[in-house]
């Protein structure tokens, strides 16, 4: 039991979390935390009360402190806490409101603004397991029902994954890891035995004959060995590339456990190579290692020197044997852009494919008019979107060879042009 002070001098009574209505209540905000995807328990509850009891309901402001405090345990939980926070410890009014916005209304030509992320998965997670309401109804006078005519999946498949809920991601998830992942092979420099007759295999037609001691001599064959080349995944773990980032990660988890030469790194302000935490069989696992390892996860960027710190310490190591990069980042560089342009031509030289993968082309309309974006586009030898199911599985498919116009960069340098 505590006092507080409202700040303009005036104490307040003391608060007791047991009586009345609030212990309740914190109980509830923690479950819907825990259904919108932030790790909470029963001793982060208890926690919870006990810190509201110290600090005492000063001030709005005050309160979403003290609860931030324990529940929020990393960086990009943070907007999902304060929609959780907004929406839950709301006015009386608002209810009255919600229920007017949910009542049928006549459809209007205004533009509406675009839903947040953590708007999703915080409604997601007070309404339970109910189905959000479809946009659109229809009409009366139709007898059969369109809404069930697509199934969930491929609906699931054009949903971005901004805008997912929590239970959607972990659907996107388990597609990833259901996904059928390129195989595609390089021709190597060592050959292995054969039995088509395309190449004489000296060595092994001389071995042969020694062991029948030299009567008999048949020819032995030989082909060029082909493996799977090197893969590089460079991703952008800024604060508008975080969420991108994370379900990313699962694919590329899912691309390790397919192919043995992978390497991940991550960058926002600084390079870290999470490609040790991301050889664990458990991907929630695997992911948490990367997040504990990572110090700038959701903060700035700073393209062009972690460009320039990966090709002066890991490009000899890692780009060798022809090797296909991943780079997932908007472009939006912070810094100016002549360290970035140098380095991304480095980058473009060391490696076989250079494949950009940026979330902005969801929208129609995208132009190359950043800095960053027009100092990259000519540097790259695709251009792709990243930011839904159907997206990586184009993705897989130009890892397979399978390539087109759509991702030819120079359309977008041209379009930028004009």
């Given at each position: 039991m505590v006092h507080s002070s409202t700040g303009d001098g005036a104490i307040l009574p003391p608060v007791q979390v047991g009586e009345g209505k609030l212990a309740d209540n914190i109980l509830h905000f923690s479950r819907v935390l825990r259904r919108a995807g932030l790790k909470t328990s029963p001793?982060?509850?208890?926690?919870?009360?006990?810190a509201v009891e110290a600090v005492g309901i000063g001030a709005r402001e005050e309160f979403h402190a003290a609860l931030a405090a324990v529940f929020v345990k990393r960086r990009e939980d943070m907007a999902v806490f304060d929609e959780a926070f907004r929406l839950f410890w709301r006015k009386r009014d608002l209810v009255e409101k919600m229920i007017q916005m949910m009542s049928p209304k006549v459809a209007d030509g205004r533009d509406r603004e675009k839903p947040k992320p953590a708007a999703a998965r915080v409604s997601d997670s007070l309404l339970g397991h109910q189905q959000r309401a479809p946009k659109r109804e229809a009409p009366p006078q139709v007898e059969t029902d369109a809404r069930f005519t697509a199934s969930g999946s491929d609906v699931l498949r054009q949903t971005d994954f901004a805008q997912m809920t929590a239970a959607e991601l972990g659907e996107a998830r388990r597609a990833i890891a259901r996904l059928v992942l390129p195989l595609a092979e390089v021709a190597t420099r060592r050959y292995q035995p054969s039995t088509r007759p395309a190449r004489i295999d000296p060595r092994g037609t001389l071995r042969q004959a020694m062991r029948s001691g030299g009567a008999m001599m048949l020819p032995k064959f030989r082909s060029v060995r082909r493996r799977p080349p090197p893969l590089v995944v460079l991703a952008d773990i800024s604060g508008s590339m975080s969420q991108y980032s994370r379900i990313f990660l699962h694919f590329a988890h899912a691309l390790m456990?397919?192919?043995r030469r992978t390497h991940v790194f991550l960058f926002g302000t600084r390079l870290?190579?999470?490609?040790?935490?991301?050889?664990?069989?458990?991907p929630d696992a695997a992911l948490d290692a990367c997040t504990a390892s990572v110090r700038d996860w959701s903060g700035g960027t700073r393209i062009g020197e972690t460009l320039k710190d990966f090709n002066r310490l890991w490009g000899r190591r890692v780009l060798g044997g022809g090797a296909v990069v991943l780079l997932i980042?908007?472009?939006?560089?912070?810094d100016g852009v002549d360290v970035l342009e140098t380095e991304i031509d480095r980058l473009h030289r060391s490696c076989r494919r250079l494949i950009w993968l940026n979330p902005l082309l969801r929208f129609e309309g995208f132009a190359a008019r950043a800095r960053g974006v027009r100092a990259m586009l000519p540097h790259v030898d695709e251009f792709r979107p990243v930011h839904n199911l159907d997206s990586l599985g184009a993705l897989a498919a130009a890892l397979s060879g399978?390539?087109?116009?759509?991702?030819?960069?120079?359309?977008f340098l041209q379009r930028s042009a004009a």
């Open positions: 001793q982060a509850t208890l926690d919870a009360m006990a456990e397919k192919r870290t190579n999470v490609t040790r935490q991301l050889r664990q069989r458990d980042t908007d472009g939006l560089e912070r399978e390539t087109g116009r759509a991702a030819d960069p120079r359309r």
